[in-house]
Nanobody
Framework: QVQLVESGGGLVQAGGSLRLSCAPS????????MAWFRQAPVKEREFVAG????????LYADSVKGRFTISRDNARNTVYLQMNSLKPEDTAVYYC?????????????????WGQGTQVNVSS
């Protein structure tokens, strides 16, 4: 069983930055494909960014390209989401997700492990 613990959410003004962190436990971190999803009120959960086991070839949703950066530190068993130039429409609960699958998938059902979520609020 893998447990994911997110941190780093909060309230920020538009144009500001936040960095989210996620630390999995219970399984070798380097064997997991890691991703971030988000869910705004009355909206479906959507893919934000994903990163392979090696940290190469990150994937991003079009809505966050150029503003968000996903990275991982396998020595620290941590994945990060650096969010810059935040917009009010980025307001959501952000979830860390993990899967042992090798091929990345942008759909939530492909991920076996989820964190509890961290709230990000961006004011205009």
């Amino acid at each position: 069983q893998v447990q994911l613990v997110e941190s780093g959410g909060g309230l920020v003004q538009a144009g500001g930055s936040l960095r989210l962190s996620c630390a999995p436990s219970g399984r070798t971190f380097s064997n997991l494909y890691m991703a971030w999803f988000r869910q705004a009120p009355v909206k479906e959960r959507e893919f934000v960014a994903g990163i392979s086991r090696s940290g190469r070839s990150p994937l991003y949703a079009d809505s966050v390209k150029g503003r968000f950066t996903i990275s991982r530190d396998n020595a620290r068993n941590t994945v990060y989401l650096q969010m810059n130039s935040l917009k009010p429409e980025d307001t959501a609960v952000y979830y860390c997700a993990a899967t042992p699958r090798v091929v990345p998938d942008l759909t939530p059902v492909a991920y076996e492990y989820w964190g509890q979520g961290t709230q990000v609020n961006v004011s205009s």
